[in-house]
């Protein structure tokens, strides 16, 4: 497959799209070509082969199933062609599985697209693999600026060690002979040990991973530039890390053999947010299938005319609300959640009278209470001091510690709120007699989606989200959000917030 030039206008790119039904080609060059897009048509998977030699092709959208060679091959097949391994994929499928997307994965794919799918889905899903698309260009291109940099500073090694020691990248290069002439400081914690000066140690002797050396020898023998990226475990800060390696060959105006240079960036972090991410879509599935099932249940029964007596089918179409208002509250906390992690939320600072909003917050809490035969009392002294919040984010985090006290609470219990000043913070108190939070759940007592699940608390609703939205409002503000609890004896949830001198 032609190699095409990284530069481009968002116009030109040239999408090839792999499938058996006309119908779905005819509409994705619709959509396509719409957009300014050029498209090329294939009803096989050889004819697709056929038209990757030919052209210079951008992105693909390959059917899973095809008579003859399936859409797995062909990924296999493209995207071992020469240059064809920047070629951006995506899988369209009427049968996606995890063990398909994970082999669709290693053979190239970048995103699957499941049918059927509207114009919108599609363009999300291009527009989407265009962008990777983009930032592999990106990348090659800052790659070769790199290396060729290196070489033109070949010579002036004062301005090379420079320019190598500022990166926040590590950085290693090695001779023909294996032995590493130049790294910079961030290279150490892929070493075994620093390098003496006016040594020059050999490949074995200074990189423990065995991976990175197998790398790093094969690249000082390889006699064409062929750019190897592979992931290594290293040790972090605060235990294993990963590291990307992309290691090149250093070949002089001969292409004979100079050496290798090793480009080493830390994506532990990232590695980190993925799995973060991965568990978090694990757990809204999970708390939007409970109560989805149990609706479905009562109102299968209902259709099917099972349920007879009146009060009963009343009975479960309360409960049936009951749940969809838990996951109505569910969204209304991801919704805060997701605008306080991207900054969109707005928020008027300015002094609040801390006691007029504890007390709307427990007048609003009360028909709660009565109904759960709780009592709620609140203490607050005349001349409490005003703090710079936001009126509506303060008695969002107040109102949250009462449901939760009168929630997990006893029938006959108590919630007491209490306010005052301690040192340069306002100190709010909600404490409750309820049933008190395990040791075990206390580590955990403030992560997203987290409730402890007893007996006691089964027949309790709450999207888990409550404690985690309270701590990122009194992280906000630079407060604190603590807490003592006793296992069936209740918990005191606290919010210090800062008080400034003038206030």
């Known amino acids: 497959m032609p190699a095409r030039a990284p530069e481009g206008n968002a116009e030109d790119y040239t999408i090839l799209v792999v499938d058996d039904e006309p119908g779905i080609r005819s509409g994705c060059r619709r959509v396509l070509s719409a957009e300014g897009h050029e498209v090329l048509l294939a009803g096989d998977a050889e004819e697709g082969l056929e038209l990757l030699d030919a052209h210079d092709v951008d992105l693909t959208l390959v059917d899973l199933k095809m008579p003859g060679m399936d859409g797995m091959e062909f990924l296999a097949r493209a995207h071992g062609t020469p240059g064809g391994e920047n070629l951006v994929s995506i899988m369209i499928t009427a049968y996606a599985t995890i063990d398909a997307a994970v082999e669709a994965t290693k053979r190239g794919a970048y995103d699957?697209?499941?049918?059927p799918f509207t114009p919108k889905e599609l363009m999300t899903v291009v527009n989407r693999a265009l962008r990777h698309l983009d930032l592999i260009r990106e990348r090659d291109r800052l790659q070769r600026e790199r290396e060729q940099q290196l070489l033109e500073l070949a010579t002036e090694k004062g301005r090379l060690s420079t320019?190598?020691?500022?990166?926040a990248d590590g950085v290693l290069v090695t001779n023909r002979d294996q032995r590493v002439v130049m790294y910079n400081p961030a290279a150490l914690r892929y070493l075994a040990s620093p390098i003496e000066p006016g040594t020059i140690p050999g490949v074995d002797e200074v990189i423990t991973n065995e991976k990175l050396r197998r790398l790093v020898r094969q690249a000082c023998n390889r006699e064409e530039y062929t750019l190897t990226t592979d992931e290594i475990s290293v040790t972090a800060e605060d235990g294993e890390g990963t590291a990307l390696a992309s290691v090149a060959p250093i070949l002089d105006e001969e292409g004979e053999p100079l050496g290798a240079v090793t480009v080493l960036r830390d994506i532990t972090e990232l590695r980190r947010v993925e799995e973060a991410k991965a568990q978090f879509v694990n757990m809204v599935a999970h708390e939007l299938r409970a109560?989805?099932?149990?609706v479905d249940g009562y109102l299968s029964v209902m259709e099917q005319g099972i349920v007879e007596d009146r009060q009963k089918e009343t009975e479960m179409l309360s409960r049936s609300r009951k749940r969809l208002r838990s996951l109505l509250d569910l969204v209304s906390d991801l919704l805060d959640i997701s605008c306080m992690e991207s900054g969109t939320v707005r928020r008027e600072i300015r002094p609040t009278d801390a006691g007029e909003v504890i007390d709307d917050a427990c007048r609003l809490m009360q028909p709660l209470a009565e109904e759960s035969e709780v009592t709620i009392t609140a203490e607050l002294p005349?001349?409490?001091?005003?703090?710079r919040v936001d009126r509506d984010e303060l008695s969002r985090a107040v109102t949250n510690l009462l449901s939760n006290a009168i929630k997990y609470n006893r029938p006959g219990g108590s919630v007491s709120v209490t306010a005052r000043e301690d040192g340069p913070y306002l100190?709010?108190?909600v404490a409750d007699t309820g049933l008190g939070i395990s040791p075990e759940g206390q580590e955990r007592v403030f992560d997203e989606f987290f409730r402890e699940k007893t007996d006691d608390t089964?027949?309790?609703?709450?999207?888990g989200l409550g404690l985690s939205i309270v701590k990122r409002i009194m992280d906000f503000y630079h407060g604190r959000a603590e807490f003592e609890s006793k296992l069936g004896?209740?918990?005191?949830?606290?919010?210090?917030f800062p008080v400034t001198a003038d206030e």
């Open 112 to 115: 699957f697209l499941p049918k």
């Open 163 to 167: 320019v190598v020691a500022a990166m």
């Open 291 to 294: 109560p989805l099932a149990a």
């Open 382 to 387: 005349e001349g409490l001091p005003a703090v």
């Open 427 to 429: 100190r709010i108190d």
């Open 458 to 463: 089964r027949e309790i609703t709450g999207t």
């Open 489 to 496: 004896e209740g918990s005191t949830f606290s919010l210090l």
